[in-house]
């Protein structure tokens, strides 16, 4: 589930518990999901404007490459948060044992 801006800011930074990170892990995922939509469409519209318009099929893989990256980030960031709820699992176990 995405957050909405002030959900995240404030789970940013509040974050304690495993469920809290994956939270965040999920939103980053979705997030990762928009930008890679975002690249398809992106790479789409660049072959009919290859044709009649080649600055903008340049702007337009321009622009899925970008969003290839920002995608490739947000997934960076979903894993080090799902790294960080197994962290916080595994203290949470040992504490009770």
């Known amino acids: 589930m995405k957050l909405s801006d002030a959900e995240l800011r404030t789970l940013?930074?509040?974050h304690q518990s495993a469920a809290d990170h994956l939270?965040?892990?999920d939103h980053f995922t979705e997030h990762a999901l928009e930008h890679e939509s975002d690249a398809k469409l992106h790479?789409?519209?660049a072959a009919p404007y290859e044709k009649s318009e080649?600055?903008?099929?340049g702007?337009?893989?321009h622009y899925a490459a970008h969003s290839r990256e920002a995608a490739e980030a947000m997934?960076?960031?979903a894993k080090i948060h799902e790294d960080?709820?197994?962290?916080?699992?595994?203290?949470?176990?040992?504490?009770?044992n």
């Open 59 to 61: 702007e337009a893989r």
């Open 75 to 77: 997934r960076s960031l």
């Open 23 to 25: 939270k965040l892990a």
């Open 54 to 57: 080649p600055r903008l099929a």
């Open 43 to 45: 790479e789409e519209l």
């Open 12 to 14: 940013a930074q509040s």
């Open 84 to 96: 960080l709820a197994k962290e916080h699992g595994q203290r949470g176990h040992s504490a009770h």
